[in-house]
């Protein structure tokens, strides 16, 4: 979890201009600070697919997170996405057990990503943690995946059929997985987090995108707040962009545990405004933020269609130092 200072172009640090000393106090009071998501029963979520029809049977996905070695009960579905930290300490035994686990679970598809727990799985770290003991490259080979798809910065693209249709007419669902999360200690598959390693990485026409550690401003708030009294932002701003570039569906991650739960990206210009505004990303001044309003308004007034949005899920169904309440995982309806 990201808990210091944000890197460029969103860093925190910088002292503010006269004129955001200004307006920092309305903008604090207009935008508020990021909120942590109210634990309640979540409602399934039916969300659009590619061009068909609402009329066809829905794809119900099923999305957990975060469940350091436990196997929590699954309701079914059709997809089964876990967004990495499947084991406590990452060793051979635990990887094999919940990947048994998973194996064995009615779903058609089984997606998987690696988190920042799940050592074994990052080929960087076996130079990084000699006192582990073992031959990591090894213990890899011998994985027994079953039928997990496992996917590591890489795409795959799933065919469920169409009740009643041929084989060519059934539906594609294009799905992105990456265990990257911000460093923070000394664990698996994370990066400096003044490094940008999202721009550009996701393919336009992904459809769910999974990702270990969540996007600033959402899925990444658990209440924490710093020594000044601010709410924490845990998430990556570079991923946020990079979301709202490429406008996926679906994000699912976790590894914020307090932050389980849902969240909504506008894409309608507006709420990038917002975003870049409380982020204090460059270009997004008071008055620069302004005139983006203005013109995102006329945007979509010209293009109805630009009113989309991103549903992002945090499905870590471990407590958090906040909750010591497991969750349930979250199911939705893809249509």
Not at 34 to 45: F, G, H, I
Not at 94 to 115: D, N
């Amino acid at each position: 979890m990201n808990s210091h200072l944000l890197p460029f172009p969103y860093n925190q640090s910088k002292p503010p201009s006269w004129l955001e000393r200004v307006t920092q106090p309305l903008s604090s009071v207009l935008l508020g600070e990021p909120k942590r998501p109210t634990q309640q029963e979540l409602p399934r979520t039916p969300i659009p697919l590619q061009n068909h029809g609402d009329s066809l049977s829905p794809i119900r996905i099923i999305c957990i997170s975060d469940t350091h070695n436990k196997t929590p009960p699954l309701p079914p579905g059709d997809i089964l996405v876990h967004a990495g930290d499947l084991t406590v300490h990452g060793t051979f035994d635990e990887v094999q057990a919940q990947l048994r686990w998973l194996s064995s679970q009615p779903h058609s598809h089984k997606i998987v990503i690696a988190g920042n727990h799940d050592i074994l799985l990052d080929e960087a770290s076996d130079t990084k943690f000699l006192t582990r003991g073992g031959d990591s490259a090894a213990e890899r080979q011998k994985l027994d995946w079953g039928g997990v798809q496992y996917l590591q910065n890489e795409a795959i693209t799933l065919e469920l059929p169409i009740p009643g249709r041929t084989s060519q007419q059934a539906r594609k669902v294009k799905i992105y997985g990456s265990p990257l999360t911000p460093e923070l200690g000394s664990w698996a598959f994370q990066y400096p987090p003044i490094r940008d390693v999202w721009t550009g990485q996701v393919p336009n026409d992904t459809d769910i995108l999974i990702v270990h550690g969540p996007p600033a401003l959402y899925g990444d708030c658990d209440g924490e707040k710093g020594t000044t009294g601010i709410v924490k932002v845990k998430g990556d701003g570079y991923l946020l962009r990079e979301i709202r570039r490429v406008r996926p569906k679906v994000v699912i991650c976790g590894h914020t545990h307090g932050a389980y739960g849902l969240a909504v990206i506008q894409h309608d210009g507006i709420q990038d405004v917002m975003d870049g505004l409380q982020m204090r990303w460059k270009g997004y001044g008071f008055l620069e933020a302004l005139g983006r309003t203005l013109r995102s308004k006329v945007t979509t007034r010209r293009n109805i269609d630009s009113r989309k949005e991103t549903l992002v899920i945090n499905a870590a169904v471990a407590p958090s130092s906040l909750e010591s309440k497991d969750k349930r995982a979250i199911a939705i309806d893809f249509h």
